[in-house]
């Protein structure tokens, strides 16, 4: 997973190097914009899950309202 701000500007390469993981690994980046990075791309290239940080957002709402009472 990145959580890195590598990958929210056109060029950054990504944060570590996709080649480097196993075959079943699974890929996810918490950037919402842009939504397909390098780090993503450069996995679905080789193969592999790739989660955008979209749902990611989404699924943090309610944790977020909770955590402030709202």
């Known amino acids: 997973m990145n959580g890195t701000p590598l990958g929210l500007r056109a060029g950054d390469p990504p ?18 914009s842009p939504a397909e990075t390098a780090l993503l791309g450069a996995a679905r290239e080789r193969g592999l899950a790739a989660h955008p940080g979209e749902p990611v957002l989404a ?4 944790a977020y309202l909770d955590f402030f009472g709202l």
Do not use: E, T, Y
Not at 18 to 28: C, G, I, K
Not at 59 to 62: G, L, V
């Open 15 to 32: 944060p570590f190097a996709v080649a480097d993981l196993p075959a079943h690994a699974v890929v996810a980046d918490v950037s919402v």
């Open 59 to 62: 699924h943090q709402i309610d």
